[in-house]
Nanobody, 131 residues
Framework: QVHVAESGGGSVQAGGSLRLSCTTSGLSGSSWNRKCIGWFRQAPGKEREGVAAIYTDGGRSYVADSAKGRFTVSQDKAKNSVYLQMNGAKPEDSGMYYC?????????????????????WGPGTLVTVSS
């Protein structure tokens, strides 16, 4: 089975940095290309929101306005991993961060599309930003 897992969460003070990882395993030789990987977060009592996404075949990426200029998303094809670099963290960035993968993805138009079409989700990694 395909397994998606996040790592890298933790506690950081406002203005600090974290790098989250999303690693996909169990592809059984399938190409890492043509995958859409999205990052989402959810704070207690709030709806889940999209943060960033990347299309593995070419590296086209997107960052939500709430994180633009502070967060970047990248990939390491050899490791079947996607990274979310969080710089200038703010308390409102706190929450459980999830990654979701869409296989056989030819393009993503929005984070919502990735969310609805996802084939696998990770269990999440907790990020806490203190002021």
């Amino acid at each position: 089975q395909v397994h998606v897992a996040e790592s890298g969460g933790g506690s950081v003070q406002a203005g600090g940095s974290l790098r989250l990882s999303c690693t996909t395993s169990g592809l059984s030789g399938s190409s890492w290309n043509r995958k859409c990987i999205g990052w989402f977060r959810q704070a207690p009592g709030k709806e889940r929101e999209g943060v960033a996404a990347i299309y593995t075949d070419g590296g086209r990426s997107y960052v939500a306005d709430s994180a633009k200029g502070r967060f970047t998303v990248s990939q390491d094809k050899a490791k079947n991993s996607v990274y979310l670099q969080m710089n200038g963290a703010k308390p409102e960035d706190s929450g459980m961060y999830y990654c979701a993968a869409v296989f056989r993805c030819v393009y993503f138009h929005s984070l919502g599309e990735i969310e609805e079409s996802s084939d696998a989700w990770g269990p999440g990694t907790l990020v806490t930003v203190s002021s």
